[in-house]
């Protein structure tokens, strides 16, 4: 819906509120015409319901307004003495429209004294859990929302099992597009494993001021441009979902508008010279290790390496075994019970297990493997008399394909070599050719909603033909920091300005085996209460953390302890 749609609907909303309650403005003492005019009517009947006037402004703000109009429904027909159970049920289930029954009902008696105080425990408790949702909805939605790592793609910038806070008013709070949305979720109600959201209306996208741009290098949160996905891993049709309803991912803006991007090499280059990284982003790609005699998992293991994967051979197995094994197991091989093979991660086989089953275990020392490594971690490793050599991924044959972006035909590029590309920035115009038309149809239509078309080599913008485009928003290129293991911008393409959540500044904890099982976690304690994207090395304000709360502690203490005594 369109911001004429929203005024011609607010007007007309507004007519409704006079038509249901001017009568009930007169007996509380004002004028009818006070419950005619916008905002102005909100205020003063702030007034009549003894209730303060910023409510009003809750009343305006996206989502948080769903649960704050009821309220004031509620608080409306209770000022003028309705307070059954009926009269609560029926004004929440016809929208506010039952209000206008006792408009023009009997005789109406405002209650000027009237108890603000819930008159059961069950309503006081109800009226604490709605004020501690707004609260907590207000702040989710528009400065802090917390977030948990479930994928590698910035190892080992951010790690799997980190739990962040991430601002939203870095880069200015979006204001939800979604009108009408449970509160603290996303797209999907959890346990009821339904969406959370009605697709219409729509309020046309706004954000608030903000701190600052994104900047090259920054670590940003953001909605998933491609996101068709109901449920992950499940296999289902594409859905279609407004944008703050889409999936959140969090990369790494490698490039910001007007920037010429290019990947050579698997290295990242801006305007044709490499891109300098902060020194906490630990950048890693697919490294192959060989030795003639084998690579040892334990010297892998020794030098802080995990990232890899282990292949036991295990002698005359037992179904009983298997299963006792088969939490551990990523894969199996080998034809016979004499010659079977375990795959697990880097932490092996647990010995327990493998005791109290009275298996024949061999580890296969294998003469090449592969580990995410950051080029530094490579060029260490290659000193290590026990690596003959170290080569790293890169693709360098391009052929043309669909996997990347643009997706089409005959563009050649892959995740190693990629570009050249130019990220459009609000206000660039560029001609449009038979060249770029993959590159650029999908922000015009779907991100800039225009009906554009190729017919030949001609384009139509709206009916009109045109030979140039000028771009109303900027773009980004997201890409993770384990640059073979991330599904990011070099396979769906550029990030709309609109679609920027917000700026990762903190991790308040960090839990190592997430996805393990909670009998394996295991506490990251040199990652609690850290910082995100500084500058210098990362350190934790956990101790200091733990030192205030003692001090404060103290503190109470005595001062509880002097008032005893004062007043004894």
Known sequence: MSWTGWIVLFIALNAVHFLSTWKLYQAAGKKAWEAAIPLYNALVLMEIIHRPRWWVILMFIPIINLMMIPVVWVETLRSFGFNSSRDTALVL????????????????????????????????????????????TLVHTYFMQPYIIPTGSLEKTLLIGDFLFVSKFHFGSRVPTTAVSFPMVHDTIPVLKIRSYLKKPQLPFMRLPGLQKVERNEIVVFSWPADTVRQFFVKEAGVRKPIDKKSNYVKRCVAIPGDTLEIINGLVHIDGERTQLPERARVQYVHSLLHEKGISAKKLLAAGHTDF?????????????????????????????????????????????VQEQRLQVTEVLERERQLTLTLKEA?????????????????????????????????DWNEDNFGPLVLPKEGMRVPLTKENYPLYKKLIREYEKNDFVKKGDRFYLNGKEVTDYTFQQDY?????????????????????????????????????????????????????????????????????FLVFVALYQAFSWYRRRKAKKEAA
Do not use: C
């Open 476 to 544: 980004y290129w997201m890409m993770g920091d384990n640059r073979h293991r991330s599904e990011d911008s070099r396979y769906w393409g550029f990030v709309p300005e609109d679609h920027i959540v917000g700026k990762p500044v903190f991790i308040w904890f960090s839990i190592e085996g997430i996805n393990d099982g909670i009998k394996n976690w295991r506490i990251r304690w040199n990652r609690v209460f850290t910082t995100v994207g500084l500058d210098g090395k990362s350190r934790s304000y956990f101790p200091y």
């Open 309 to 353: 994967t282990r292949t036991f051979k295990v002698k005359g197995i037992t179904q009983q075994a298997f299963n006792a094994l088969r939490p551990y197991l990523l894969s199996t091989r080998g034809n016979s019970v004499e010659d079977f093979r375990l795959v697990t991660n880097s932490r092996g086989l647990p010995l327990d297990i």
């Open 93 to 136: 289930l016809t929208g506010g429209l039952y209000t206008a029954t006792k408009n023009y009902g009997d005789t109406l008696n405002h209650i000027k004294d009237r108890s603000l105080k819930p008159r059961t425990a069950f309503g006081e408790w109800i009226s604490s859990v709605l004020f501690a949702v707004v609260a907590a």
């Open 379 to 411: 060029e260490a490793l290659a000193a290590e008399s026990w690596i003959d050599s170290i080569v790293r991924k890169n693709q360098m044959e391009k052929i043309p394909n669909t996997n990347f972006f643009p997706n089409a035909l005959p563009y």
